[in-house]
């Protein structure tokens, strides 16, 4: 059975920094492009990294160049999102999902709050 | 990027009876690999995301086949034949592509009459 648990989040000021974690398991993870969404309280899905499965191509939503940065342990089956420079607008709850167009499995997500 | 655009925004629905929910891409969403990366997402109330339809058309495993998919090029469709009280939620489309970045519609809040 496919399982991603995000873990990571909380209460971060404005300008700080946090770095989010997804323990993959089930399935073969390196074969697979892996991703986060994130989504603001009461608001849509949005797209925010992708990462190729040998970690070669990343790709970033435009909000988030610079500041975020997708990478993974291969050897720990665990994906990471270190975000710095937070903003009020990176609030949100991150979900971890495999694949990259694919988006076939989805953690259950971890809420990050940037507030003063 | 390809701006997602879907109507309606919010759909009431009578137990039993059919809905239909439009999505439409700013561009074409066919792939340079012949493949349109168009799918589907259903998002219960406290809920992750769950995927119902990849590729326009095709069913994820355990999805009930009241659900369907359709269109092409620009213009999708995702419908329910009978809506059952389960299916009450936001509805996502969502286009991939061969490389990001990827996109969401804005979603489709879906309830009973």
């Known amino acids: 059975e496919v399982q991603l648990v995000e873990s990571g989040g909380g209460l971060v000021q404005p300008g700080g920094s946090l770095r989010l974690s997804c323990a993959a398991s089930?399935?073969?993870?390196?074969?697979?492009?892996m991703a986060w969404v994130r989504q603001a309280p009461g608001k849509g899905l949005e797209w925010v990294a992708s990462?190729?499965?040998?970690?070669?191509?990343?790709y970033y939503v435009d909000s988030v160049k610079g500041r975020f940065t997708i990478f993974k342990d291969d050897a720990k089956n665990s994906l990471y999102l270190q975000m710095n420079s937070l903003r009020a607008e990176d609030t949100a709850v991150y979900y971890c999902v495999r694949a990259g167009w694919e988006l076939d499995y989805w953690g259950q997500g971890t809420l990050v709050v940037v507030s003063s | 990027d390809v701006v997602m655009t879907q109507s309606p925004l919010s759909l009431p629905v009578t137990l039993g009876q059919p809905a239909s929910i439009s999505c439409r891409s700013s561009?074409?969403?066919?792939?340079?690999?012949?493949?349109?990366?168009l799918n589907w997402f259903q998002q219960r109330p406290g809920q992750s995301p769950r995927r119902l339809i990849y590729?326009?058309?095709n069913r994820d495993s355990g999805v009930p086949d009241r659900f369907s998919g359709s269109g092409s090029g620009t213009d999708f469709t995702l419908k329910i034949s009978r809506v059952e009280a389960e299916d009450v939620g936001v509805y996502y489309c969502?286009?991939?592509?061969?490389?990001?970045?990827?996109?969401f519609g804005p979603g489709t809040r879906v309830d009973i009459k």
């Open positions: 089930g399935f073969t993870f390196i074969y697979y492009w």
């Open positions: 969502f286009q991939g592509g061969y490389r990001p970045p990827f996109t």
């Open positions: 990462i190729k499965e040998d970690g070669s191509e990343r």
């Open positions: 590729k326009v058309s």
């Open positions: 561009q074409s969403l066919v792939s340079s690999d012949g493949n349109t990366y």
